[in-house]
């Protein structure tokens, strides 16, 4: 595991990867941009879920023959594809994964309930970026249902 705020190119080095196969970017995707495309292999593959608000130089990526896949669960439902039920079965799998203790999240912060105060809070807490791991915001409070 490496830590993405930390110099990227020394995170990898630590752990005996100075270039990967794959990488899947989580987190900022602009800020991350440099160091993964310095770290991708020739023919590899960055995945990622963040879109970026500044313009990618992909030109490292066609010298190296690397290629960028973005991934929206929504593109499915939205384009009509043949594979619409696709993201829904790979919920479920994750699911299960995490339920059998296969795969562990990274969710270590539980808050009840979901009211304005808390989900302000939660908000401030993600807004300075320090935040590790996931926050879950959960059951609703009854008078604020009714």
């Avoid at 990488?23 to 593959?45: F, H, R, V, Y």
């Amino acid at each position: 595991m490496v830590n993405h705020r930390q110099n990227l190119a020394e995170e990898f080095e630590k752990i005996g990867y100075p270039n990967v196969d794959y990488i899947l970017c989580l987190n900022e995707t602009d800020s991350l941009w440099k160091a993964m495309i310095k770290a991708i292999k020739p023919q590899g593959i960055i995945y990622s879920i963040m879109e970026n608000q500044q313009p990618l130089d992909m030109d490292i990526l066609k010298t190296k023959s690397a290629g960028l896949l973005w991934e929206f669960m929504f593109t499915p439902s939205m384009y009509q594809t043949e594979d619409m039920v696709e993201p829904s079965n790979l919920l479920n799998e994750l699911s299960q994964l995490i339920e059998n203790g296969v795969i562990i999240t990274t969710c270590n912060n539980i808050v009840k309930p979901i009211n304005a105060k808390n989900l302000r809070d939660v908000h401030q807490r993600l807004e300075k970026g320090k935040a590790i791991g996931k926050i879950v915001v959960t059951e609703w409070n009854e008078s604020c249902t009714t």
